[in-house]
């Protein structure tokens, strides 16, 4: 009788193992999480606070069949569709999720899923964001605009690598996008590959439609690369707004000051000008360094540096 006790404790020992799936910190994180939201809507009202109540009393598998079932019931009510976002986001659940999004296979022009990413967006959550928009590469008319938005998230925020590989699907599926392509180049200066920037740029003179500012990437390589001579024709040809920015004024003076003994700043004192209205600080004197005796120094390096 003492060995048939034990057995049936030991069975009690391996169910209750078998089905904590979720550590102690793992539960925490989600009773504690704030970010749950409620709604309004009389007929997704009770589904949803109780899909909340279930998820925070770590009833998993019920709460997660009840997010479902509320979606299903209100397949257009946003908070919904956050919430369990935000469900399978604690749980770090993340293909589970996707693979419901894929199956849902929401229409390119869902009023409901724009408004989904634009909340994410507003409320700060980048990575739930981030987690729909890899769900969303997947159905089909959402995947270049996932591609994108996913490029530029990782670019801004440092990840050259995913941010390439994103740009390069986009440049795959359409060779001359003109995003993707501004994107690359960018890629490319922060890496400091300047042939394959001049490529980039080339391919952008015969593609730009809505942005023709692709000047500096031609300054900036050829500046890179010692063809001085190059660079400069490619900054006097550039507009006038892309001349008021400051990286491609700084790299436009520093042409000249690599080109010339005496450097005359007429041409660059409009723009420098107007980028000072627009809140530049550097006063003149600093900015053209030929125009002070303190400046000289800064001159004769930048000279040494690319002589």
Not at 64 to 83: D, F, G, R, Y
Request: some cysteine; hydrophobic content about 35%.
């Amino acid at each position: 009788m003492r060995q048939f006790r034990s057995y049936c404790s030991f069975l009690v020992l391996l169910f209750f193992l078998g089905t904590c799936r979720y550590p102690i910190a793992k539960q925490d994180s989600i009773e504690s999480d704030t970010l749950f939201l409620e709604t309004s809507n009389p007929t997704a009202k009770q589904c949803n606070e109780e899909a909340i109540r279930l998820t925070k009393s770590i009833q998993l598998d019920v709460a997660s069949a009840t997010w479902e079932t509320c979606i299903l019931s209100n397949p257009n009510e946003v908070a919904v569709h956050l919430n369990r976002i935000r469900f399978y986001y604690l749980l770090e659940e993340y293909e589970t999720f996707k693979q419901k999004v894929a199956k849902e296979s929401p229409s390119r022009s869902s009023v409901t899923y724009q408004s989904i990413l634009k909340e994410l967006d507003q409320r700060l959550r980048y990575e739930e964001k981030v987690i729909l928009l890899d769900a969303l590469s997947r159905v089909k008319g959402w995947e270049l605009y996932a591609y994108e938005e996913l490029a530029y998230y990782y670019l801004q925020t440092g990840n050259f690598v995913y941010a390439e590989g994103y740009f390069n699907q986009i440049l795959e599926a359409v060779p001359f996008h003109e995003n993707a392509l501004y994107g690359m180049s960018d890629i490319q200066v922060h890496k400091g590959n300047w042939y394959s920037l001049l490529d980039y740029a080339k391919s952008l003179e015969i593609s730009a439609k809505k942005n023709k500012e692709y000047h500096y990437y031609f300054l900036k390589g050829n500046y890179e690369l010692g063809r001085y001579e190059v660079a400069l024709k490619w900054a006097e040809s550039a507009s006038a707004n892309e001349k008021t920015e400051i990286h491609f004024l700084e790299l436009w003076r520093d042409t000249l000051l690599v080109l010339k003994d005496h450097p005359k700043w007429e041409t660059l004192l409009p723009y420098y000008r107007k980028a000072k209205e627009k809140g530049y600080s550097v006063p003149e004197s600093v900015f053209f360094p030929t125009l002070s005796k303190e400046g000289k120094d800064v001159r004769k390096a930048v000279r040494s540096g690319r002589s």
